[in-house]
């Protein structure tokens, strides 16, 4: 097989650069894009704040390979593992792009043998979805991913992932947002009073992901039709799935005679009880909602789920404020590192993730409204010359700079003028020009220009870096 | 044709799942590894230097997708194109993985129509080369890129990529190095006058640049037998690849009756004689060698070549120190971008690769034999008690402490035991306790204990943030 796979695949690749030739395309893959410098300045500043979380949480950072053997991913993601990007065989292992980090993460664990660790890991993860770039859905996109890995007390580690969600939205001034909570075991005694058969729970959870996107009614006839609900289930589905709360919702429900009947139901609201007395502590009950709505697509969650959403900012008066879009999620994961362990010892995990995309457009658009100029670079100063052939000149000062740490640079001409170089310093917002000319190299000092003020002041030659220190020492 | 190769590579996934059942691997792909957060506190010191560097030197960075259309990476590598790693096709766009940065950054300059800039780009690449790990060879690492791109006076922004190599090598103390430095135009000038015809250059080029890791006789039969040289023109070669030296040779060659003949290397020779004179003022030749057998495999270079090597420690007395890896390399490519462009437009560019992988392997080697303990969070307080019943005052206060921007941790337990939370410090380096108990609560007050000293003193809730930050300051 693997000899016809080869020689069809030789043919198909002639055609194809064959085809090349007549329409080269100058673009980046379909649902990727490149970040320009102004770009990345953005990014920076938002994975600088998030980092600065992780780490005050005291997290330790780990990177794992972009690519993982194909059948580390598989049965992993349920229906979304059709999403998967996989490598072209080449001869040797077959291999598949990451579609997250937990799984990684969670072959990390078991491979090195790990049962206890706190770590993040920042780094691109790829799905074959369907782009919607302006909406911040790309096909390589970042994730922020903070987890606890280890057996600990109920619920201690799992309110803390909320309290980082918390801090990092705040943080970002995002505008108003709120974090739905809701637990698997939840969602499976529910399934279960409702009288979904065992064997429907994940395609059923699967379709109720879905609600934050269509209405309950399309929900309804996709559990009905495609998947073979009966529909007084769904329709029992129905009427939990529209509950949102606070501890009021999680004691009426410990009350309700059939899901108290249900043991993992029990359990569920249970720790989801003992869940908002620790986030009453952290202080963040106000931008949390108990909901039953809440599914999460992925296959591997076994407790707590959550995900943050950001609100829009101006609603209606009297109306609920409208969702504008997931931004971070996460839950507990009890069971997937037993699945990559040898003899499947389990290691509980509870872990978040950032959706840095959708933050990373909220931030572009608010700085072009604000119509903020951001530098680029982080050059403290130019090195020029006023005069014609001091090039060897400019050469040995900005040489002794860089030697000193201070960020300098030349313009890459032999004789550029005076006005192309402070035009320069305009462009780039280099705060200071570093003048060499006849007279200043007899004088053995330096013209130094502050920009913002053309004021123009000699400095000796050997305190020039000092003087450059102090007056870029906000920079 | 593809309906054909879809039914193949189906029925082969088929036999390929059932294979996996039997024997389930857990291990990262070939060639590749993890970074657990000892790997990743040593990378990312290795990053702080060399992104220092390149912001020293004005840099703006960019960031590319991990993948490119595959005919972006066509025809830009010669005989290394084969090492490329494709992406399955699983319908739409042919992808590659991206085999390094500069073939993206040139894609990206003649996408966005930009004629000048300086940027860096950090990020992991991919070759489906024999690996050797041991010795720093990955299929998956990161290269560390710094380019200039934009027409300028010769030789100004080629001096400046040395200067940067130079100071990255010295200011992370890898030992004694050297940077090799030659010229595509004096390369293909030697060919022409040994007798090497045209359309033998570029495969004639990748003989020599093996020599770095194979003898000459072995490189001269490659020529001769393998690729149809005839013998004398391949001697002619061998006695112009073994020389290597300064100023002096360069004088030497523009006074070589044959190579003084021929355009490209009088050319070449002139812009070698300017560069060294830049570097000169940079006091750098020193660690400069002009070196003939400097070849560099891959097919976009146009001018200034260069690899820095780093040299064994302890060379036997009065030999020369051999050459145990390359660590950095780069040069001109003022076609590239061209090929890019609908309308051919040229961006002249020369840049600088430094090879991050084999720069890991020395530092980690030297943190081991140190016996340097490295921290691999950066916790400033362990929020503790020394009665059982408190975890809610420890939630409430560490929450204080998070929100006042102190990096702070709990052990995630009900009730743990004093002596685990001081053991928890030991092990991971956690400079100071702070311990609540009942007395405490009742006067206010919370019992601060450093841990190197076993110091304990009784701090107001009010001044705890502020001593923790005076306390850790150095840290």
Redesign the interface.
């Known amino acids: 097989?693997?000899k016809?796979?080869a020689k069809?695949?030789e043919?198909?690749a002639e055609?194809?650069?064959d085809e090349?030739k007549h329409k080269?395309?100058?673009?980046?893959?379909?649902g990727?894009?490149?970040?320009?410098?102004k770009e990345?300045a953005i990014?920076?500043r938002a994975f600088r704040a998030i980092i600065a979380c992780f780490?005050?949480?005291?997290?330790?950072?780990?990177?794992?390979?972009?690519?993982?053997?194909?059948?580390t991913l598989?049965g992993k993601y349920g229906e979304d593992s059709k999403l998967i990007?996989?490598?072209?065989?080449?001869g040797?292992?077959?291999?598949s792009?990451r579609y997250d980090l937990t799984v990684p993460f969670a072959?990390?664990l078991?491979?090195?043998k790990i049962t206890n660790?706190?770590?993040y890991h920042i780094a691109?993860v790829?799905r074959?979805d369907n782009p919607a770039m302006t909406r911040g859905r790309y096909r390589?996109f970042y994730q922020c991913d903070f987890d606890?890995a280890?057996q600990?007390?109920p619920m201690?580690?799992d309110?803390?992932c909320l309290?980082i969600v918390h801090?990092i939205l705040s943080d970002l001034q995002l505008g108003d947002f709120v974090i739905k909570v809701n637990d698997r075991r939840i969602l499976d005694g529910m399934f279960a009073v409702c009288g979904v058969p065992d064997s429907k729970f994940r395609t059923i959870c699967s379709s109720v992901d879905k609600l934050d996107k269509v209405p309950w009614e399309e929900v309804r006839s996709e559990m009905v039709g495609e998947k073979g609900l009966s529909p007084e289930a769904a329709d029992h589905i129905g009427e939990y799935v529209q509950l949102h709360g606070g501890l009021d919702l999680i004691e009426r429900l410990l009350r309700d005679p059939k899901l108290s009947q249900n043991k993992l139901a029990r359990e569920g609201l249970g720790d989801m009880k003992l869940l908002f007395e620790?986030l009453r502590?952290?202080?963040i009950t106000g931008k949390i909602s108990f909901d039953l709505s809440l599914a999460r697509g992925l296959d591997y969650y076994t407790g707590v789920i959550f995900e943050a959403v950001l609100l829009q900012q101006d609603p209606e008066h009297g109306e609920e404020p409208l969702s504008v879009g997931s931004v971070a999620g996460g839950g507990r994961y009890d069971g997937l590192v037993g699945m990559?362990d040898?003899k499947g010892r389990k290691v509980p995990c509870v872990g978040v993730s950032i959706g840095i995309e959708r933050i990373f457009s909220i931030l572009e658009q608010r700085l072009e409204a604000a119509e903020e100029k951001i530098r680029?670079?982080?050059?403290q100063v130019l090195v020029a010359s006023a005069q014609k052939k001091l090039?060897?000149e400019r050469?040995?000062l900005i040489?002794e700079l860089?030697?000193a740490?201070?960020?300098?640079?030349?313009l890459?001409?032999?004789n550029p003028k005076l006005l192309n170089q402070l035009q320069y310093c305009e462009d780039t917002g280099i705060p200071l020009v570093a003048i060499v000319g006849e007279q200043e190299l007899k004088d053995g000092v330096v013209k130094l220009r502050i920009v913002a003020t053309r004021e123009e002041v000699n400095v000796r030659r050997e305190s020039l870096v000092e003087e450059i220190r102090i007056r870029t020492s906000q920079c």
């Open positions: 097989i693997a016809e796979v069809l695949l043919m198909k055609l194809g650069a090349g080269f395309v100058l673009k980046t893959p379909k990727t894009r490149d970040f320009g410098p990345m990014r920076e780490k005050r949480h005291g997290a330790e950072v780990i990177d794992t390979p972009v690519f993982e053997l194909k059948e598989t990007y996989d490598l072209k065989d080449q040797g292992e077959l291999l792009l072959r990390y078991a491979m090195n660790i706190k770590r691109k790829y074959r390589e606890i280890g600990f007390d201690i580690p309110a803390e309290k801090e620790y502590l952290f202080g990559f040898p680029t670079t982080e050059t090039l060897e050469l040995k040489s860089w030697d740490g201070i960020k300098a640079e030349i890459y001409k032999k």
